[in-house]
């Protein structure tokens, strides 16, 4: 009859174990799916606010074309000539509304709408793509 309350109690124990296995599983990897079907809408680390900045480029993480308009700018060294604003638009909702606002203001029709684009704070236009963000800031940096 002991040996019964012994199996009794030793699986009651790695029962109780089990589930507090799984609910702990449970909640990192739900927090973990969230994110990833969810993006962040105030992913804040990855904006760039300048005092006194001519322009804001609008970029997507991930984005093939904005690493390569990123790296021309640090090769060029853009951010010691010129100052500028720099936000993240997929995983950023505000960031992604604010673009679209800029692009509308510049009667650029949203399937015209693309990243890297730049907003020219100075003189109220819109550039979208590599070659004429590398342009603009080639021609501010003089």
Do not use: R
């Not at 969230?34 to 001519?54: L, M, R, W, Y």
């Not at 692009?103 to 590599?130: H, T, W």
């Amino acid at each position: 009859m002991q040996k019964g309350w012994y199996a009794v109690i030793v699986i009651a124990i790695l029962a109780i174990i089990g589930l507090g296995i799984y609910f702990s599983t449970k909640g990192s990897s739900s927090s973990t799916s969230e994110n990833t079907s969810q993006p962040a809408t105030t992913t804040k680390a990855e904006d760039i606010i300048v005092d006194g900045a001519i322009a804001t480029l609008y970029y997507g993480k991930g984005c093939p074309h904005c690493e390569k308009v990123e790296k021309w700018l640090t090769d060029n060294k853009i951010a010691d000539k010129v100052k500028y604003n720099v936000k993240e638009v997929w995983y950023n909702k505000t960031n992604s509304a604010e673009l679209s606002e800029k692009a509308k203001a510049c009667n650029i029709s949203s399937d015209q709408v693309g990243v890297p684009f730049l907003y020219d704070i100075k003189n109220n236009k819109c550039l979208v793509g590599e070659t004429d963000v590398q342009n603009f800031f080639t021609a501010q940096a003089k």
